[in-house]
């Protein structure tokens, strides 16, 4: 498999020899021992600016789990586990009973997707391990995984491993095309599927077999052969009660095959009594660190530590871990909506490079790229944050907030991310992007309840907040902690965790990235690794100059913003577009002060009037009440005014 030349075993510990092996361990067609390619990798990347990173991350990490620990042994040591222990068995019991059978998931996931579209358009690649990317791979065929080549992996790595290997550009329109193909296939067996990639996805198809007289198995097989047909690439699948255990089947029987998991209590609880707890979805690579620590590595050692899971649900999530013993999850499958999307934004990645014009080029195409998704997805929002990624492979962001919506012009979003970027400088980095939070969806029909008596409805309550609010009642309860809360689908931090050594926009674009600077050792690795300054104040207006300014403007903004004192940005914070009215609607040039003024105008006793007289269907259960809760309102407001 590798060359019998290559260096001795690492004298890494083996935690980090593991991280550095990177996030794509458990990809189909690798061997099962993976430790000599392990070593290989750690060996190769050694005197890179990433080793160093990775090193440090694994160095926090372990610092981290030995502090865990410390807690463990003290909640412990005090704790009546017997009668935890009998409350979660009783709390499983009771999860076991609300199991759902009744419908049929299906988790589709193309094989080596990139690859076998490059097949497609040069078969003489057919029986030769090549792979797909640049200075980092995207995807790698079955052939080149056979010696250790996955996605997410520098290419100079992954010619250490495989010296045969071929490599091939991305093509992404292309792969987007066929995207597109096998998805309108799928939405024929589901038109409400979720997609959860370009190449990947969930299908109910309980209704479709239901209608159609069809076997679940039978019904995936005539998915794939269609596929097959129509596209001349393969599919793999799983089938079972929920989208957990259909994404672990889709594994079972790749490439080109599908795994139906019997609909049976019994044989899924089997099933993941031995699975690795770094199989379950949801799972990341630190979230596993810190498992195997209390002694979790399989789905069925959960049971064993319920008590410490427990009282330290916190750092594991004990709802997540106990579904997950037990093989529950969600059935529900459903396409992303856009009320529930939170941000829209665009990244590059690239050579390391310093110059500070060159790096504003590199963020003007992110602005233009962010423009365009802004307008034809009709977004804004009021939060843009600036991400950047050093050539230590450290990564940062910098927000800003505002009291309006963000223009999407890429003029106006550039002077926003410059803004955010001068007082970092100097700093050498390979990845730069910019992302729009706290959305509004321009396409989103005006309610028609605006006004006096909008402004007195009562807000339906956020989950999080209804979390919060039950928080107590369940706090000291573990039957209730699990039954009361909402399904998990992931430990906590694993949304937000670094588990890719690479980002995918790395994976990407990684034909931009010159593996000799990945590969190159850092010649001064702690007098580079300076962390970036304070950003400005989040409220701080400070107004960048144009894209076209001359550089005298430039330099004297730069000069202006670079390390400023919070509180110097306190003091020059300015009202932005003024303040709306929440009765009327209107955008008042004022202050605080004004405002309330105008809000007193608005609720004048013949608003209240109108609003009253508003004729409200007569209910047999509603009881007359003395006051309204607008006069309850009124009165408390003038009271505390007098």
């Known amino acids: 498999m590798v060359e019998s030349s290559l260096p001795k075993p690492s004298p890494d510990s083996a935690s980090l020899v593991r991280r550095l092996a990177g996030a794509s361990v458990t990809k189909a067609g690798l061997d099962n021992d993976q430790s000599e390619i392990n070593r290989i990798i750690a060996e190769a990347s050694k005197g890179s600016k990433f080793y160093e990173n990775e090193k440090r991350k694994d160095k926090e990490l372990s610092e981290r789990i030995e502090r865990i620990l410390k807690q463990r042994d003290e909640v412990l040591q005090g704790a009546n586990t017997r009668a ?120 109910n198809i309980t209704k479709y077999c239901r209608e159609h007289n069809l076997s679940p198995d039978a019904c995936v097989q005539e998915i794939r052969e269609t596929v097959q047909k129509e596209t001349q690439l393969t599919v793999s699948a799983g089938i079972a ?95 992303i909506t856009r009320d529930l999307r939170k941000s829209i934004g665009a990244e590059r990645t690239f050579s390391p490079i310093s110059d500070r014009y060159r790096i504003f080029a590199k963020l003007e195409d992110v602005c233009a790229e962010l423009e365009k998704d802004m307008d034809s997805g009709g977004w804004t929002g009021k939060t843009v944050t600036l991400k950047f990624k050093l050539d230590t492979f450290q990564v940062f962001t910098r927000a800003k907030s505002f009291d309006r919506w963000v223009s999407s012009k890429k003029e106006d979003l550039f002077a926003i991310g410059k803004e955010l970027l001068i007082p970092e400088l100097p700093v050498t980095i390979r990845l730069i992007g910019l992302r729009v939070t706290k959305l509004k969806d321009l396409r989103e029909k005006p309610s028609s309840g605006n006004g006096i008596k909008r402004f007195f409805e009562s807000a339906p309550s956020s989950p999080r907040k209804r979390q919060r609010l039950d928080s107590d009642s369940v706090r000291n309860d573990p039957h209730a902690r699990v039954l009361h809360q909402p399904m998990e689908d992931a430990m906590p931090g694993f949304h937000e965790e670094e588990d890719m050594p690479l980002s995918q926009a790395e994976i990407e674009d990684g034909e931009d990235l010159d593996s000799e600077n990945v590969e190159s050792p850092a010649q001064s690795i702690e007098s580079s690794r300076r962390a970036p300054v304070s950003a400005p104040s989040r409220m701080a207006t400070y107004k960048a100059p144009a894209t076209g300014s001359s550089e005298k403007e430039r ?14 940005c306190r003091d020059e914070v300015e009202p932005t577009e003024g303040l709306t009215c929440p009765i009327c609607q209107k955008m008042l040039a004022t202050d605080n002060q004004g405002l309330n003024a105008h809000i007193d105008f608005c609720l004048s006793k013949s608003a209240i009037a109108e609003a009253q007289a508003d004729p409200q269907p007569e209910s047999p259960l509603r009881r007359p009440r003395s006051r309204t809760p607008v006069d309850t309102w009124w009165t408390q407001r003038r009271r505390r005014k007098t």
């Open 84 to 203: 935890i222990e009998k409350e979660l068995d009783h709390t499983i019991e009771v999860l076991e009973s609300q199991r759902d059978l009744s419908q049929y998931i299906v988790h589709v996931d193309m094989d080596a997707f990139f690859a076998n579209v490059e097949l497609l358009d040069d078969p003489s690649l057919a029986g030769k391990p090549f792979g797909v990317g640049g200075g980092v791979m995207s995807t790698a065929s079955y052939e080149a995984r056979k010696f250790g080549v996955r996605s997410g992996m520098p290419t100079f790595i992954a010619k250490k491993l495989c010296p045969d290997l071929i490599v091939v550009y991305s093509h992404y329109a292309r792969y987007n095309e066929m995207s597109n193909k096998v998805m309108s296939i799928f939405r024929r067996y589901d038109p409400t599927m979720y997609a959860a990639g370009c190449d990947e996805g969930y299908l």
């Open 241 to 335: 009660p929920n989208k957990m255990l259909a994404k672990i089947c889709s594994d079972k029987k790749k490439p080109n095959g599908q795994f139906h998991l019997e609909f049976e209590p019994g044989v899924i609880k089997d099933f993941m009594k031995d699975l690795s707890i770094r199989k379950v979805p949801g799972v990341g690579r630190v979230n596993e660190r810190l498992l195997e620590a209390i002694g979790i590595h399989t789905c069925g050692d959960i049971i064993q530590h319920r008590a410490a899971l427990y009282l330290m649900d916190k750092q594991f999530g004990l709802n997540f871990l106990l579904n997950t013993h037990l093989g529950i999850a969600s059935n529900v499958v459903q396409p």
């Open 555 to 568: 330099d004297e903004f730069s000069s202006s913003t670079s390390r400023k004192p919070k509180s110097a």
